[in-house]
């Protein structure tokens, strides 16, 4: 049932802007694949190039074995006929028509008996528990209602892939938590192939199976939630990537497997490198070890920010300030002086000059 | 060498697949429309113009008599040598141009004066009964142009032009001056008490949207008001009364009626009326020469006007938030302002109209006694003494079929106006930010100015003989509707463009991905979600075509009269009387229309009708 989608080379410009450059995706069937990046990173015309909404000026697109798009062929299959679904940033459900009318508009473009119509409008809501919202107009209905319903049409007509734009960055803080584990059930029960857009990495993070970091329409890692978590593959996605942001520090290796810091040495594998690097650790990726232990490093605390699950906490060593996480409320109090410990499991080197991964 | 070869593909199948991305682009449905509009524009617009041009410079059929040497077709200057230097330059080019400077300067100046300080009056101040004065502000617009100077001459007119007296005279036991009578002065006033509703509604819709604590602030570093009102609000209304500048100058530039009725009974020629009469006299090219000295004047204020503004923007939409205003206290004259307005009020709209009637219950023109009254124009029997022998208006069968005429004429125009709306405005939003949307939106924008006598002329110049394709119109009810539909593009292509914007690109995109061609996404997304739109541009526009003269007045022939035209016809043949109960009828049907407007579409209202 579920297919896979095959990108290469996908490349679309507007005007002299290189939106898309020359991106190759390969999405499994069934995948919940997420385009992540930041606004005007191309995630969004990449997803409406698959949709067919868009022209790309270079490159194919394959659903499945079926050829969609081809630049060098000629190809263009138009939106309608690539069996796709797609629900937009701000619903774009039309509001000169009821509910029902909204979910049967695709059902009868393809003319399907009237029975058969009923019958998926009643699942799809309840699929997404709206039973009984037949006959209510979209402006009837609240934002979080509307973005359901907008899921509802897409799961009537039963496309192969669905696609979704930033479905939840129209919603509250506290609806969007709910509708991240609708959909991520919604996926998992029809199992239909997924892209996802969204400049949001907790949807990411959360929700997929796959992540594709964009940044100025260049792919920048292809890879599970938890890799692109851990093992960014360079500075771009490392620091786009979680919360507190991930600490930076420049350092030189002096030798194999030490790392000079400025301030103090690291020891850590380097893997045969030399030169300018950027050492990436996760605030939650160091130890806090109060006594002191042999290996730990002395920082005074700049600043504590206590919210309650976890803490933030700053702390400083000369000009080097590191933030790093921990569980429920920290009794350590600003200007303390504390001991880290950076586990070199934990540890990303990245090259200095061109920001990509070198070891982990 | 071989792989190379083989990597790269075959020149035919490259061929091939750039031929498809072309058919794809073409088959697009907005670039579909946009190139059908092209074509339309270009039929409607391009090539009269460039028939207009061509005439003045080339020796037509009639120039062959006096000139031995002309070969007909032939490139020449001579029609411009001829009307635009010497004696005859001076009569029948510069006079004119001088005169319809002088009247537009003269109306938009008054016209801004009048609809600038009633809108202050009544959106910033704490004047009483606001929203009656407010309602009544526009019905002089939606009267035709005319009509005031029309009542002008029942009330003022002298024996000058050996008629009978005025109602002023007969009051006072004077005649009135002769300045006071006929010329700019009369044409002045009546032309500015029309057209200061746009300066009304423009600056009302800024001053709405202006922030009164912008106001406020002058007011808290001690500035008293009318140093607030020159250095911070007019300033800010500035945009919006250069607007109405270009509007109101244009307009006037082109308008026939007022001048024809005011100014040609002393020989006071404007271009507008000047052009009519050269055409009268047969010399096609030499009235074209006097388009397009009236086109260029157009042009050229416009454009001085829009470098002064910075861009076309500030006459789209100037929004209308509706921030809390702080209103300015009249205080002691608040009674007397309120009285002052609502007498200058009737003065326009109930005096006119009261003048009218009466000019048409008087048996005799200028015997103001009782015995003189009389039905006998509007059902009087056919073959009296009186009007040449017609029967009253409303007996008139001719009169039906005038009527008839201009309902129809309104109607299609109405029709062609609002659905080329509706196409444009996909067209142009649906390709945005292509050349080929700039393209269309642009050229649509060209009648706006064009004055309205002078595109009329260009389609005599276009369809006066067979063109290519194109039969002859001239004479036919279809010209008629070409011209009107064509002179409403800009009106068309901005309302629809406003309407599409509102439709959002999302919802057609839908049903896109949903499966639904381009004719069911037409069919059941764009047009049912541009209703509204349609249906305030379908009946403005058939208001607008009603009482619409000074396009069509080269263009109607006595088998398809319209009643604006017959009201002009009537007063140029001496039957004022005629003339006054026609153009009550014509007030009555726009009336009429107007209501239906008010009552059935909520988003129409002639504000919106006028891009704003």
């Given at each position: 049932m579920a297919t896979t989608i095959t990108i290469k080379n996908l490349t679309k410009h507007f005007g002299k802007v290189v939106a898309v450059n020359n991106v190759s995706l390969d999405i499994k069937a069934g995948a919940f694949l997420t385009l992540l990046g930041p606004s005007g990173c191309g995630k969004t015309t990449?997803?409406?190039?698959?949709?067919?909404?868009e022209d790309p000026d270079g490159g194919e697109i394959y659903i499945g074995d079926k050829l969609v798009y081809s630049h060098e062929k000629g190809i263009s299959v138009p939106s309608g006929k690539r069996d796709l679904g797609l629900v937009f940033q701000n619903y774009a459900l039309w509001p000169h028509m009821k509910v029902y009318k909204n979910m049967t508009f695709a059902l009868e473009v393809q003319k399907l008996p009237k029975e058969e119509m009923q019958r998926r409008v009643k699942e799809s809501l309840a699929e997404v528990k709206m039973e009984g919202y037949e006959d209510r107009y979209p402006r009837e209905m609240s934002g979080g209602q509307q973005q359901r319903i907008a899921l509802a049409r897409m799961l009537a007509y039963r496309p192969k892939v669905f696609l979704m734009d930033e479905p939840l960055s129209n919603l509250d803080a506290r609806l969007r938590m709910d509708m991240r584990s609708e959909l991520k059930r919604l996926h998992h029960i029809s199992g239909a192939t997924t892209i996802y857009v969204t400049h949001d990495q907790i949807e990411a993070l959360t929700m997929s199976t796959t992540i594709a970091v964009m940044r100025e329409g260049v792919l920048q890692q292809l890879d599970t939630p938890d890799r692109v978590y851990h093992y960014p593959a360079n500075l771009f996605v490392a620091d786009f990537i979680g919360n507190p942001k991930v600490n930076l520090l420049d350092g030189v290796i002096t030798s194999e497997n030490t790392i000079d810091l400025g301030s103090f040495k690291l020891n850590t594998d380097t893997n045969h490198h030399t030169g300018t690097v950027v050492v990436g650790v996760r605030p939650e990726d160091i130890a806090i070890a109060s006594p002191a232990v042999p290996e730990a490093i002395e920082f005074r605390v700049y600043s504590v920010l206590p919210s309650g699950a976890e803490t933030t906490i700053v702390a400083r060593r000369q000009n080097l300030e590191i933030t790093l996480k921990v569980m429920g409320i920290s009794t350590i109090k600003m200007d303390d002086p504390i001991w880290l410990k950076f586990e070199p499991r934990a540890i990303n080197v990245y090259d200095k000059e061109s920001g990509n991964l070198i070891v982990s | 060498m071989t792989s190379t070869a083989l990597s790269q593909p075959r020149p035919s199948s490259q061929l091939q697949a750039r031929s498809r991305r072309f058919l794809r682009w073409l088959t697009a449905p907005h670039v579909i429309l946009a190139l059908i509009m092209l074509a339309i524009m270009f039929v409607m617009v391009i090539i009269p113009l460039y028939r207009l041009v061509a005439t003045t410079v080339t020796w037509g059929a009639s120039d062959l008599p006096q000139h031995p040497e002309a070969v007909e077709g032939e490139l020449t200057a001579y029609h411009y040598i001829?009307?635009?230097?010497?004696?005859?330059?001076?009569?029948?080019?510069?006079a004119p141009l001088r005169h319809?400077?002088?009247?537009?300067?003269?109306?938009?100046?008054?016209?801004?004066?009048?609809?600038?300080?009633?809108?202050?009056?009544?959106?910033?101040?704490?004047l009483p009964g606001r929203k009656l004065i407010n309602q009544l502000a526009v019905i002089p617009y939606i009267m035709p142009s005319w009509t005031l100077a029309q009542a002008w001459l029942v009330l003022f007119k002298n024996r000058l032009t050996g008629g009978t007296p005025g109602v002023f005279e007969f009051l006072v036991g004077q005649p009135p001056p002769d300045w006071l009578s006929y010329g700019p002065v009369p044409i002045i006033i009546c032309s500015a008490l029309h057209y200061y509703t746009f300066f009304f509604l423009f600056v009302s819709a800024a001053l709405m949207s202006i922030d009164s604590s912008l106001e406020e602030a002058g007011d808290l570093m001690g500035a008293n008001r009318s140093r607030i009102l020159r250095k911070i609000t007019f300033p800010l209304v500035l945009p919006a009364v250069l607007s109405g500048v270009i509007m109101t100058f244009s307009k006037v530039m082109g308008t026939f009626g007022g001048p024809n009725i005011l100014g040609t009974p002393v020989n006071y020629y404007v271009l507008a009326t000047m052009l009519r009469g050269s055409l009268?006299?047969?010399?096609?090219?030499?009235?074209?020469?006097?388009?397009?000295v009236l086109i260029l004047f157009a042009i050229t204020t416009i454009y001085i006007n829009q470098r002064l503004i910075g861009t076309r923007r500030s006459y789209e939409t100037i929004g209308g938030r509706g921030f809390m205003a702080q209103l300015s206290k009249l205080g002691n004259i608040k009674r007397l302002m309120y009285v002052a307005v609502i007498i200058f009020q009737i003065l326009v709209i109930a005096l006119p109209l009261g003048l009218l009637v009466y000019s048409t219950i008087m048996l005799k023109d200028g015997n103001y006694s009782f015995s003189n009254l009389t039905l006998q124009h509007w059902i009087g029997a056919r073959g009296t003494i009186y009007n040449n022998g017609e029967p009253g208006v409303l007996l008139n069968p001719k009169i039906y079929t005038t009527a008839w005429n201009s309902i129809r004429l309104s109607l299609w125009t109405a029709f062609f106006t609002a659905l080329l709306g509706v196409l444009l405005g996909y067209a142009i939003v649906k390709g945005r930010g292509t050349r080929l949307s700039k393209l269309v939106e642009q050229l649509a924008y060209i009648p706006y100015v064009i004055p309205g006598i002078a595109f009329g002329a260009v389609y005599i110049a276009m369809f006066a003989r067979k063109l290519g394709p194109f039969p002859p119109l001239y004479g036919t009810f279809a010209l008629l509707v070409i011209v009107s539909v064509a002179k409403h593009l800009p009106y068309s292509s901005r309302s629809g463009v406003s309407s599409m914007m509102q439709v959002g690109r999302e919802l057609e995109e839908a049903a896109?991905?949903?499966?639904?061609?381009?004719?069911?996404?037409?069919?059941?997304?764009?047009?049912?979600?541009?209703?509204?739109?349609?249906?305030?541009?379908?009946?403005l526009t058939f208001i607008t075509t009603m009482r619409e003269l000074s396009l069509i007045i080269l263009l109607v022939t006595p088998a398809t009269q319209l009643l604006a035209s017959q009201t002009m016809f009537y007063t140029e043949n001496g039957n004022d009387q005629m003339a006054n109960a026609v153009i009550l009828i014509l007030i009555a049907i726009v009336a009429l229309g107007n209501f239906v407007i008010g009552r059935f579409s909520r988003g129409g209202s002639l504000k919106r009708g006028l891009g704003m």
């Open positions: 990449l997803l409406r190039c698959v949709a067919g909404l | 001829r009307m635009l230097t010497g004696r005859l330059g001076s009569i029948y080019t510069y319809s400077m002088t009247v537009a300067v003269g109306s938009t100046l008054l016209a801004l004066l009048i609809g600038g300080s009633l809108a202050w009056l009544v959106i910033r101040t704490d009268g006299i047969g010399d096609k090219a030499d009235a074209f020469v006097l388009a397009i896109q991905v949903a499966g639904a061609n381009a004719w069911q996404r037409f069919r059941r997304i764009i047009f049912p979600l541009t209703t509204s739109g349609f249906t305030s541009g379908f009946l």
